[in-house]
Nanobody
Framework: QVQLVESGGGFVQAGGSLRLSCAAS????????MGWYRQAPGKQRELVAI???????TYLDSVKGRFTISRDNAKNTVALQMNSLNPEDTAVYYC??????????????WGQGTQVTVSS
């Protein structure tokens, strides 16, 4: 099938930066939208940023100007550069991809999640 593997989470002080990466592998024909979501303790999962196959991007208002999403279609990867982090950004971050498989079926896939912790 298809797997999404994330990397790059960790612990950082307020004002610092982290870069998250996600690589998709498996029976992939083409990937549509790719995105990053996050879920903080006691809160619902929310969309942080999304990028289309044509590189159109959309961001959560609270991260605009601080986070940048990018993708490499040749490598089936998506990244999230996070700058000026603050404690409210603390959450588990999940990669998501809209994948059309080689058998022409389509499905949404999620990564396993990576913890981002920002101290004040």
């Amino acid at each position: 099938q298809v797997q999404l593997v994330e990397s790059g989470g960790g612990f950082v002080q307020a004002g610092g930066s982290l870069r998250l990466s996600c690589a998709a592998s498996g029976s992939i024909f083409i990937i549509g939208d790719m995105g990053w979501y996050r879920q903080a303790p006691g809160k619902q999962r929310e969309l942080v940023a999304i990028i289309t196959s044509g590189d159109t991007t959309t961001y959560l208002d609270s991260v605009k100007g601080r986070f940048t999403i990018s993708r490499d279609n040749a490598k089936n990867t998506v990244a999230l550069q996070m700058n000026s982090l603050n404690p409210e950004d603390t959450a588990v971050y999940y990669c998501n991809a809209d994948v059309i498989r080689r058998d022409a079926t389509r499905d949404q896939y999620w990564g396993q999640g990576t913890q981002v912790t920002v101290s004040s």
